[in-house]
C-alpha cells in the first residue's frame, strides 16, 4: 500500500513551527536542516527581509547586483528548481513529511496540499483554484492572477512541499529590474498575472495563518526546533552566507513568473 501524504498526516500530531522573520540565508539554512534532520511532520512559516532566492543551478548573471545591493536584497541560492522568487511582502511555508517513500504521487501531493491553502482562502471570501499549467506549474489562481505557486522534492524519504505567496501588494516595477533581461511590457504582464492576498481580503495575517493550520489538521501543536535541527542551521548557515555558493549556478533562467529565458542561448535554459 502506498502511504501519501493524507495518509501521514492523519496519524501525526502536525508539528507547527509559528511565523518567522528572518534574513534569507537563515530561511535556507532551516529548509535543509528540516529536510534532512526533522523526524516528526512539520509545518512552518516565514516572512523574508527583501531577498532573491535563485534556483540550485540558476545563473547570478540574471541578478542585478549593484541594484539588489542599492535597495537592500540579499541574494541565496536554494536547493530546490525553478526560477527566482523577488521575496518582499510575502510569506513562504515549508511542509515536512518524513517517513514517505519516493513512489507516491507528485500530481496528488500538490493537490492535497493546495487544497488546504484553497480551503483557508476561501473562507475569507476568495475564490481560489487549482490549475496545472505546463508552462508555469501548479500554482493557485484567484480571478486569473497566480495567488501562490508551490513545488517539491523528496530527500531520503523525507517530503518537503513549499510554497509562497504575497500577502500585501509587490514591487512589480523592482522585481522587474533584479532579473535582468526584462523590460516595462514585461512588468505590466507580471501586474496581470501575479496577485496578492490583501487584493482580495482585509483579513489580517495572523487570522489567516491560523485559517491555514486548521485546514491542514485540526489535531496540531506549537513546537519548537529540536536541538539537533537547531545545530543543523547553524552549520548550514555558513555555506548559505558564502557568495561562492550562491554564485554557483550556470543557467540563465529568468524570473519565476515570466518563466523565459532573458539570455536565449541555446541548451541553457532547461527545467
Known amino acids: ?5 493524507e495518509d501521514k498526516l492523519k496519524n501525526s500530531n502536525l508539528r507547527v513551527l509559528s511565523l518567522q522573520n528572518f534574513k534569507a540565508p537563515k530561511i535556507a539554512a532551516v529548509t535543509e536542516a528540516l529536510h534532512s534532520k526533522s523526524k516528526e511532520a512539520t509545518l512552518a512559516f516565514f516572512q523574508w527581509e527583501p531577498s532573491i532566492t535563485l534556483s540550485y543551478n540558476q545563473s547570478i548573471d540574471d541578478v542585478d547586483l549593484e541594484l539588489a545591493k542599492k535597495n537592500n536584497y540579499s541574494v541565496v541560492r536554494m536547493l530546490g528548481g525553478g526560477r527566482a522568487y523577488i521575496h518582499n511582502n510575502d510569506v513562504s511555508f515549508l511542509l515536512i513529511i518524513p517517513g514517505l517513500k519516493d513512489n507516491f504521487s507528485l500530481k496528488k501531493n500538490y493537490e492535497y496540499v493546495a487544497c488546504k491553502f484553497i480551503n483557508a482562502f476561501n473562507g475569507f471570501g476568495l475564490k481560489a483554484e487549482l490549475k496545472d499549467d505546463r508552462k508555469y506549474g501548479f500554482d493557485i489562481y484567484v480571478n486569473n492572477q497566480i495567488l501562490m505557486g508551490l513545488a517539491q522534492h523528496s530527500l531520503n524519504d523525507c517530503l518537503l512541499i513549499h510554497g509562497a505567496f504575497y ?9 522587474i529590474k533584479l532579473i535582468k533581461g526584462y523590460d516595462e511590457k514585461d512588468a505590466e504582464i507580471l501586474k496581470k498575472n501575479v496577485g496578492y492576498f490583501a487584493k482580495y481580503s482585509n483579513a489580517k495575517l495572523t487570522e489567516l495563518l491560523e485559517k491555514i493550520i ?17 545545530k543543523s542551521i547553524n552549520d548550514l548557515a555558513k555555506k548559505y552566507e558564502d557568495f561562492k555558493y550562491t554564485s554557483a549556478g550556470s543557467q540563465n533562467r529568468g524570473l519565476c ?7 536565449p542561448l541555446p541548451g541553457t535554459f532547461k527545467d
Open 1 to 5: 500500500m502506498i502511504m501519501g501524504i
Open 257 to 263: 513568473w515570466l518563466p523565459k529565458s532573458p539570455y
Open 214 to 230: 486548521e485546514s491542514f489538521s485540526p489535531k496540531h501543536h506549537l513546537g519548537e526546533l529540536s536541538i539537533d535541527e537547531k
Open 167 to 175: 500577502y500585501s501588494k509587490p514591487d512589480y516595477d523592482l522585481a
